[in-house]
């Protein structure tokens, strides 16, 4: 199975931040990467997909790049809806994977 | 809009079998890949398994022996049968739309999610 790291695992900002999470695979996932928001209580959400696509009626704070085994998701400005979970996801083959999760809250 | 919500005993006995529906509305099945993943508390997410828009499946091997995955299209119902359950299987269960568009797919949306505990 290809492993999913990300890191940090969890991650404190205050409101108007930038925040960058990074995502590891243990071997070559080209661009087969999505990123998910989960909020408590509420169903996971996808944001991006294929590294960088974001999906429809996702805010463009929200951006996704990398190829290969290195993978960012990087929020601009945070706002108060923004703070949850997130996990990257690689499509690249299965069993599908996801990272552990970054758990990111207000300061 | 495409809207899932899951549904099941919410506590089973180990050794038994457990079975969820999802009841998936706005969309007609028949067009689309359907998969199960779970979270076992507080672990992270488990991808399952799937069953593609003509019936065939592709499951977890961690899973595979316990596990089946259907769906009645008439109905609008994905179903999960997993036998043999143990503690490990204590999980929420999430049904999720899986887009595929060329090599590319995703997760798009997921249901609410549906508690189960494995315990006697």
């Known amino acids: 199975d290809i492993q999913m790291t990300q890191s940090p695992t969890s991650l404190s900002a205050s409101i108007g931040d930038r925040v960058t999470v990074t995502c590891r695979s243990s071997?070559?996932?080209?661009?087969?990467l999505n990123w998910y928001q989960h909020k408590v209580g509420e169903a996971p959400k996808l944001l991006i997909h294929?590294?960088?696509t974001l999906q429809s009626g996702v805010n463009s704070r929200f951006n996704g790049s990398g190829a290969g085994t290195d993978f960012t998701l990087t929020i601009s400005s945070l706002q108060r809806q923004d703070f949850a979970t997130y996990y990257c996801q690689q499509a690249f083959s299965t069993p599908y994977t996801f990272g552990q999760g970054t758990k990111l809250d207000i300061k | 809009q495409v809207q899932l919500q899951e549904s099941g005993p919410g506590l089973v006995k180990p050794s038994e079998t457990l079975s969820l529906i999802c009841t998936v509305s706005g969309v007609s099945m028949k067009n689309f890949y359907w998969s199960w993943i779970r979270q076992p508390p507080g672990k992270g997410l488990e991808w399952i398994g799937y069953?593609?828009?003509?019936?065939?499946?592709n499951y977890n091997p961690s899973l595979s022996g316990r596990l089946i995955i259907s769906v009645d299209a008439s109905k609008n119902h994905l179903s999960l049968r997993l036998t043999s359950v143990t503690a490990a299987d204590t999980a929420i269960y999430y049904c999720?739309?899986?887009?595929?568009?060329?090599?590319?797919?995703?997760?798009?949306?997921w249901g609410q999610g549906t508690q189960v505990t494995v315990s006697s």
């Open positions: 999720v739309r899986h887009v595929v568009l060329g090599y590319a797919d995703w997760f798009d949306p």
């Open positions: 294929f590294v960088s």
């Open positions: 071997q070559n996932i080209r661009h087969y």
């Open positions: 069953i593609t828009d003509n019936g065939g499946t």
